[in-house]
């Protein structure tokens, strides 16, 4: 059968790589093509769009590139229009899928969405859209399901966190190999995640990277994305105690200390790493003022989002700054709070259900199209 995947972002093609291995494994003669990273490309499947060419992070930020936007819309349709899917699947990034969504139901193809946008932070309003326009929805936050089905009435397939498949899958390795690699000391480490778009990596690193000096015991290591280029850190890497790897995160988490993180994904990521951190943002200031307002959530973090209960220290916007950040990654770093922090972990990967996401959600794809 023939499949369609849009994946919008990192953690998108993260998944959607496991997915399509999974597709393939269950249906050997599996046509994919997608949107998505190097990673769904490595996985099989003819790529369409890379994501990095969509990512526009903040209200203020889309309004600027709408004619880019608009013009990755038509591309999709007609690519897919030529394609003609047995199935389209949706991995997240809400923007841009709800409308792609919409179209492809009014068309008439078989509409699936893996990793549901989160309309339970923002836009609950969406929920319309969604009974009205995706044939299927996989959901990987333990409260998702109850979110859906007793507030919304409109049913779901909770499949466990895909997470817990790539992470249990990396934690072993040859980590004295690493270091030797990337130039690291023995030194204990603080990673720093400063997220995967361009105009975010350097508003956090601006202030993660200012800490280093208060911390001469600890090497600070920039994770850098798959979908930047490894010159562009090289303005962050100005201090002797600034390391940096490329697209090794998993790797820099196994051996960290301690980590300093941009909300999204990869505070669970550190989390079930079980590595202590503090969750950092500070966005555009027009998209973060219109988002005050219509986001009700009481964090910003899935981990604290998930434990319904405040795990670990999210400084935001003008609380994320040099001395703040000072204070949070010494309590991080002092013994007895670690000892909590990591308790807390434990009961955060028990929540989030056995693993085989992407073998449950590919196997719920192909047997509703047989």
Same mark, same amino acid.
């Given at each position: 059968?023939?499949?369609?995947?849009?994946?919008?972002?990192?953690? %998108?093609?993260?998944?959607?790589?496991?997915?399509?291995?999974?597709?393939?494994?269950?249906?050997?003669?599996?046509?994919?093509?997608?949107?998505?990273?190097?990673?769904?490309?490595?996985?099989?499947?003819?790529?369409?769009?890379?994501?990095?060419?969509?990512?526009?992070?903040?209200?203020?930020?889309?309004?600027?590139?709408?004619?880019?936007?608009?013009?990755?819309?038509?591309?999709?349709?007609?690519? @897919?229009?030529?394609?003609?899917?047995?199935?389209?699947? &949706?991995?997240?990034?809400?923007?841009?899928?709800?409308?792609?969504?919409?179209?492809?139901?009014?068309?008439?193809?078989?509409?699936?969405?893996?990793?549901?946008? $989160?309309?339970?932070?923002?836009?609950?309003? !969406?929920?319309?859209?969604?009974?009205?326009?995706?044939?299927?929805?996989?959901?990987?936050?333990?409260?998702?399901?109850?979110?859906?089905?007793?507030?919304?009435?409109?049913?779901?397939? &909770?499949?466990?966190?895909?997470?817990?498949?790539?992470?249990? +899958?990396?934690?072993?390795?040859?980590?004295?190999?690493?270091?030797?690699?990337?130039?690291?000391?023995?030194?204990?480490?603080?990673?720093?995640?400063?997220?995967?778009?361009?105009?975010?990596?350097?508003?956090?690193?601006?202030?993660?990277?200012?800490?280093?000096?208060?911390?001469?015991?600890? $090497?600070?290591?920039?994770?850098?994305?798959?979908? $930047?280029?490894?010159?562009?850190?090289?303005?962050?890497?100005?201090?002797?105690?600034?390391?940096? #790897?490329?697209?090794?995160?998993?790797?820099?988490?196994?051996?960290?200390?301690?980590?300093?993180?941009?909300?999204?994904?990869?505070?669970?990521?550190?989390?079930?790493?079980?590595?202590?951190? #503090?969750?950092?943002?500070?966005?555009?200031?027009?998209?973060?003022?219109?988002?005050? !307002? @219509?986001?009700?959530?009481?964090?910003?973090?899935?981990?604290?989002? @998930?434990?319904?209960?405040?795990?670990? +220290?999210?400084?935001?916007?003008?609380?994320?700054?040099?001395?703040?950040?000072?204070?949070?990654?010494?309590?991080?770093?002092?013994?007895?709070? !670690?000892?909590?922090?990591?308790?807390?972990?434990?009961?955060?990967?028990?929540?989030? %259900?056995?693993?085989?996401?992407?073998?449950?959600?590919?196997?719920?794809?192909?047997?509703?199209?047989?």
């Amino acid at each position: 059968m023939k499949y369609y995947i849009l994946a919008g972002e990192a953690s %998108g093609d993260l998944h959607g790589s496991e997915l399509i291995k999974e597709l393939k494994k269950q249906d050997p003669s599996a046509e994919i093509r997608f949107w998505g990273g190097d990673l769904m490309a490595s996985a099989g499947g003819t790529m369409v769009k890379h994501y990095r060419d969509l990512a526009f992070m903040g209200f203020a930020e889309v309004l600027f590139n709408l004619k880019t936007i608009l013009g990755n819309i038509k591309l999709c349709k007609k690519d @897919i229009t030529q394609f003609q899917p047995d199935a389209i699947i &949706f991995i997240d990034y809400p923007g841009f899928n709800m409308r792609i969504a919409k179209w492809a139901k009014e068309k008439g193809f078989s509409t699936h969405y893996y990793i549901s946008p $989160q309309i339970w932070a923002w836009k609950e309003s !969406r929920i319309t859209a969604i009974k009205r326009d995706v044939d299927h929805m996989y959901v990987i936050l333990p409260f998702e399901k109850d979110f859906y089905e007793k507030k919304h009435n409109y049913p779901v397939e &909770f499949v466990g966190h895909p997470l817990l498949d790539v992470i249990s +899958e990396k934690k072993d390795g040859n980590f004295s190999e690493f270091r030797k690699l990337n130039n690291l000391s023995a030194k204990p480490i603080v990673a720093l995640l400063p997220g995967s778009r361009k105009q975010e990596i350097t508003k956090m690193l601006a202030v993660m990277t200012s800490v280093a000096d208060s911390f001469s015991e600890y $090497q600070f290591v920039i994770a850098g994305a798959p979908g $930047q280029e490894n010159s562009f850190y090289e303005q962050f890497l100005t201090n002797k105690n600034i390391g940096f #790897v490329s697209n090794q995160t998993y790797n820099l988490l196994s051996i960290s200390h301690a980590a300093l993180v941009t909300s999204g994904t990869a505070t669970l990521e550190t989390a079930l790493f079980k590595v202590p951190e #503090v969750v950092c943002y500070k966005g555009n200031w027009a998209s973060y003022q219109i988002a005050k !307002r @219509i986001i009700t959530l009481k964090y910003i973090s899935l981990v604290n989002l @998930i434990m319904d209960r405040l795990v670990v +220290e999210e400084l935001i916007q003008d609380d994320f700054n040099k001395k703040s950040l000072i204070n949070a990654l010494k309590k991080i770093i002092d013994p007895s709070h !670690r000892a909590t922090i990591l308790e807390d972990y434990n009961l955060l990967e028990e929540s989030l %259900g056995r693993s085989g996401a992407a073998r449950k959600t590919a196997e719920k794809i192909i047997t509703s199209l047989l």
